[in-house]
């Protein structure tokens, strides 16, 4: 829901076929990780599938790219949260809400692991709260509102032709959520596909709702000209009465709200991650031991590397848009995502001495779709992640006397 703005406006009102586009994608990439999970029960990581099956060389570079997701998603909940205060909270200025957030997610994980867990599932509560009060409402509304019930058009799945291409070009937005999935914890592929499938439905209530509200007096447009918004037609044209308005209120704030408290609870969780991925390479000499290979001893909490990758979400959070984080935090997720689906081919069909059909075409179908994707990032993110990419080379050439040495990046277990 927090990127659902930006998926609008980059596939031109297309959210939910490109949400059907992402989850063919993470379906079966879903299947390929738990199928790797079994093999290596003992990593959740692509960095190890990749490495132990394929290449050690090819398994660094996933490593590397992923770095870069723990990097940026603590950075880019900071940048969400502000802009999300914001619209409650029009007259506090984005720096002072980037500071305080960036600060906030900091001093609670200095706090320990056990304080930002109760405070996650005070927060998953609260969203769980919203969600149920939202679909049923929404379906309410669909109701009352029309009596053709198009609450199951087919236009927001059919996609003109001369449009075909903006689905695709905006999925790479709209799997910034599944990332985390993939990076913070061990997979759980049944789970992982549940979500995948049942996040379908909230946004497509979200893309029929502006077909029943009144547009904005000052319409927002895009670089080439035209609104910002779904497309409304004459057999489908925009409600104003009082209960639109005031049901368009209603799932503003909500929704704002729902989001807010989700990025919170995102950018607690993903710096915490971040910061023990970091030690995890400190206490294995891929970094330097001496500060980011630190425990602190109360706490058992890596404190150095909490203030590390809040300084990061700080100082980022002045640099970069949401939208361009999001970009290049998946140029690193759909590496990881790429490789899992090769790792699975490999082990599974090419090594297997019973060659079947469905170890074939899973990981293939996973691999394809992906890598479409991942070509459709735009340009500044795939330059700025290959960029990634070069210097990690060149480090773990230094660092490994030319690969020769190993360099872990799994997230150590918890202490």
Same mark, same amino acid.
């Given at each position: 829901?927090?990127i659902y703005g930006v998926i609008?406006?980059? /596939?031109?009102?297309?959210?939910?076929?490109?949400?059907?586009?992402?989850?063919?994608?993470?379906?079966?990439?879903?299947?390929?990780?738990? $199928?790797?999970?079994?093999?290596?029960?003992?990593?959740?990581?692509?960095?190890?599938?990749?490495?132990q099956e394929i290449h050690p060389?090819?398994?660094?570079?996933?490593?590397?790219?992923?770095?870069?997701?723990?990097?940026? +998603?603590?950075?880019?909940?900071?940048?969400?949260?502000?802009?999300?205060?914001?619209?409650?909270?029009? @007259?506090?200025?984005?720096?002072?809400?980037?500071?305080?957030?960036?600060?906030?997610?900091?001093?609670?994980?200095?706090?320990?692991?056990?304080?930002?867990?109760?405070?996650? @599932?005070?927060?998953?509560?609260?969203?769980?709260?919203?969600?149920?009060?939202?679909?049923?409402?929404?379906?309410?509304?669909?109701?009352?509102?029309?009596?053709?019930?198009?609450?199951?058009? *087919?236009?927001?799945?059919?996609?003109?032709?001369?449009?075909?291409?903006?689905?695709?070009?905006?999925?790479?937005?709209?799997?910034?959520?599944?990332?985390?999935?993939?990076?913070?914890? *061990?997979?759980?592929?049944?789970?992982?596909?549940?979500?995948?499938?049942?996040?379908?439905?909230?946004?497509?209530?979200?893309?029929?709702?502006?077909?029943?509200?009144?547009?904005? $007096?000052?319409?927002?447009?895009?670089?080439? &000209?035209?609104?910002?918004?779904?497309?409304?037609?004459?057999?489908?044209?925009?409600?104003?009465?009082?209960?639109?308005?005031?049901?368009?209120?209603?799932?503003?704030?909500?929704?704002?709200?729902?989001?807010?408290?989700?990025?919170?609870?995102?950018?607690?969780?993903?710096?915490?991650?971040?910061?023990?991925?970091?030690?995890?390479? &400190?206490? +294995?000499?891929?970094?330097?031991?001496?500060?980011?290979?630190?425990? @602190?001893?109360?706490?058992?909490?890596?404190?150095?590397?909490?203030?590390?990758?809040?300084?990061?979400?700080?100082? %980022? #959070?002045?640099?970069?848009?949401?939208?361009?984080? /999001? @970009?290049?935090?998946?140029?690193?997720?759909?590496?990881?995502?790429?490789?899992? +689906?090769?790792? #699975?081919?490999?082990?599974?069909?090419?090594?297997?001495?019973?060659? $079947?059909? &469905?170890?074939?075409?899973? *990981?293939?179908?996973?691999?394809?779709?992906?890598?479409?994707?991942?070509?459709?990032?735009?340009?500044?993110?795939?330059?700025?992640?290959?960029?990634?990419?070069?210097?990690?080379?060149?480090? %773990?050439?230094?660092?490994?006397?030319?690969?020769? $040495?190993?360099?872990?990046?799994?997230?150590?277990?918890?202490?």
């Amino acid at each position: 829901m927090g990127i659902y703005g930006v998926i609008n406006n980059a /596939a031109g009102g297309h959210v939910v076929t490109t949400i059907l586009i992402a989850l063919i994608a993470m379906f079966f990439t879903a299947i390929s990780y738990g $199928k790797m999970a079994r093999v290596y029960p003992s990593a959740g990581s692509a960095y190890t599938y990749v490495g132990q099956e394929i290449h050690p060389g090819l398994g660094y570079l996933t490593g590397w790219a992923m770095v870069m997701d723990y990097i940026l +998603n603590p950075l880019i909940c900071t940048i969400i949260c502000s802009k999300l205060t914001q619209n409650i909270l029009p @007259e506090i200025p984005y720096w002072t809400l980037a500071i305080f957030y960036a600060v906030f997610f900091s001093v609670l994980n200095l706090g320990g692991v056990k304080t930002s867990a109760r405070i996650n @599932e005070v927060l998953a509560a609260g969203m769980t709260v919203v969600v149920v009060i939202f679909l049923p409402s929404s379906s309410a509304s669909f109701w009352v509102i029309t009596s053709a019930a198009p609450a199951f058009s *087919p236009s927001l799945f059919i996609i003109p032709p001369h449009s075909i291409s903006a689905p695709s070009a905006a999925a790479p937005r709209s799997l910034f959520s599944p990332t985390s999935a993939s990076t913070v914890s *061990p997979p759980f592929p049944k789970k992982w596909k549940i979500r995948a499938a049942t996040s379908c439905l909230p946004l497509y209530w979200s893309a029929l709702l502006p077909a029943f509200s009144p547009p904005p $007096k000052f319409m927002p447009r895009n670089s080439s &000209g035209a609104p910002n918004r779904f497309p409304r037609t004459k057999s489908n044209p925009p409600s104003r009465s009082s209960h639109s308005r005031s049901a368009a209120f209603f799932y503003s704030t909500c929704l704002n709200f729902t989001v807010l408290i989700a990025n919170i609870g995102s950018g607690i969780a993903s710096q915490l991650a971040a910061a023990r991925l970091l030690y995890g390479m &400190g206490r +294995n000499d891929a970094i330097p031991k001496s500060f980011f290979g630190k425990i @602190e001893e109360k706490r058992r909490i890596p404190a150095n590397n909490v203030m590390v990758i809040g300084a990061v979400a700080l100082i %980022g #959070a002045f640099l970069i848009t949401y939208e361009r984080g /999001a @970009e290049m935090l998946n140029f690193g997720a759909f590496i990881a995502f790429m490789g899992v +689906n090769a790792a #699975a081919f490999v082990h599974y069909y090419l090594r297997a001495s019973e060659k $079947k059909l &469905g170890n074939l075409l899973m *990981p293939l179908i996973g691999f394809v779709v992906c890598g479409v994707i991942w070509w459709s990032l735009s340009p500044p993110a795939k330059i700025a992640g290959t960029i990634w990419l070069a210097l990690g080379v060149a480090y %773990g050439v230094w660092k490994t006397s030319g690969f020769r $040495k190993e360099m872990s990046f799994e997230i150590p277990p918890e202490e």
